[in-house]
């Protein structure tokens, strides 16, 4: 079966597209094909993977060029559906009813060779935003730990709410996974608090601010490329010295246990 | 059946890691820059917010609450406890007879967050 996780959150800056880059590299690396699809017009994941951006999903949604022609093989077993400003004009097409927006992605998946299909959404609510969320039967929402932090939560879950209610769409919340961590910043730990009094169990342990993941981006390397021993890979060291807490490497590991993926690699 | 700290409780009711994260942000918070009495306040007033819940419950079990526990002249808390304490014993003693005896009850959900609604009927 395959899994679609939406990486999703309404308001921007809050570290979906490292979120995204970072999973999807990380389940590939376990041997888990994966399949990322870039829906920001901005185009970012194709840089974060070291690629140009390109209108792959302009190919995909509007030309209909079948899904194999469209995605390139950023690293093995990671593909990715690139994104341009063309994006622009797939929602442009969408909303002037090309295409049905609730099946749109559906179609185009429809038979694909992936274990993981990740969706990198753009800072908006817009067309392709409601097709990712019907599509998906999973939602991660990164947010960062600011005092409209659950603001921007609430909005995509209201979203998301809507959506299931009205019979279009099966998605669950996985996870809100906290972004830009900063120990030492009493903002940051009092949002932390305010994220787990009002979602419970689902705020999982934060990714701490690191500066590695700003410069995997400019060298074109993800994090398990460019800086594995990094804090916002491994967390941050504990005060008793018992480990780390937080980072990409345990939020993967969390994500591979829930959707029951296993690891195909021995080292 | 084991009773459990309020301590455990607010670990159930989040993610452990997150929890000890929280837990090691609110040592460190207390720390910082007390005076003795402050601290001894602030003590109390973290151990009255462990006990401290909020729930939305249907009016009439509200209303319920307030009235006995007006007659009986104990505070609603207690009561409340007293109730919730026997409430567990209906729920069987594992996992497997809880679910069996609470299923009757669900409905599915529109929430993301939740499968179930639970009806109280």
Redesign the interface.
């Known amino acids: 079966m395959m899994e679609i996780m939406a990486i999703a959150n309404q308001k921007g800056g809050v570290g979906k597209t490292t979120t995204a880059v970072t999973l999807a590299h990380g389940l590939a690396n376990h041997g888990i094909k994966t399949l990322l699809i870039d829906l920001d017009p901005q185009g970012h994941v194709a840089e974060c993977l070291g690629l140009k951006k390109s209108p792959g999903l302009f190919q995909l949604l509007v030309q209909e060029i079948p899904l194999e022609d469209v995605v390139v093989e950023a690293r093995k077993n990671l593909f990715i559906v690139p994104g341009d400003k063309t994006t622009e004009k797939v929602k442009r097409y969408l909303a002037s009813g090309g295409q049905s927006s609730a099946k749109v992605f559906e179609e185009a998946l429809n038979g694909a060779p992936y274990q993981v299909v990740l969706f990198d959404c753009a800072p908006s609510y817009d067309i392709l935003h409601i097709a990712a969320l019907i599509s998906s039967n999973l ?1 991660l929402i990164p947010t960062k730990l600011d005092h409209l932090a659950t603001d921007g939560v609430n909005e995509i ?1 209201h979203s ?2 809507e959506l ?2 009205s019979g279009e769409s099966k ?3 996985i996870a809100v996974l906290p972004t830009f961590f900063e ?1 030492v910043t ?1 903002e940051t ?1 009092e949002q ?2 305010v994220l ?1 009094d009002k ?8 990714i701490p601010d690191d500066v590695r993941a700003r410069e995997a981006v400019a060298y074109g390397q993800t994090l398990w490329e460019y800086a594995t021993w990094s804090a916002c890979v491994v967390g941050y060291e ?2 008793d010295g018992t480990g780390g ?2 980072g990409y490497k ?1 939020t993967l590991e969390r994500i591979m246990r829930a959707l029951r993926l296993e690891s195909s690699t021995h080292d | 059946m084991t009773k459990k700290s309020s301590g455990e409780e607010r670990r159930d009711a989040l993610d452990p890691t997150t929890a000890d994260i929280l837990q090691e942000l609110a040592e460190r918070d207390e720390q910082r820059s007390m005076t003795e009495a402050e601290r001894r306040e602030h003590k109390k007033a973290k151990e009255r917010l462990k006990r401290r819940v909020n729930w939305d419950l249907p009016v009439d079990i509200k209303e319920r609450v307030q009235a006995i526990a007006d007659e009986e002249s104990v505070p609603q808390s207690q009561l409340a406890a007293w109730l919730l304490s026997r409430g567990f014993e209906s729920l069987g003693q594992t996992d497997d007879e809880r679910h069996e005896i609470l299923m009757p009850f669900k409905s599915p959900s529109s929430s993301p967050r939740y499968d179930f609604n639970l009806s109280v009927d």
């Open positions: 939602l879950l998301a709410a299931k209610r998605i669950s919340l120990r009493k730990s932390l608090r787990a979602f419970g169990k689902l705020v999982w342990p934060p504990r005060r807490v937080g345990s």
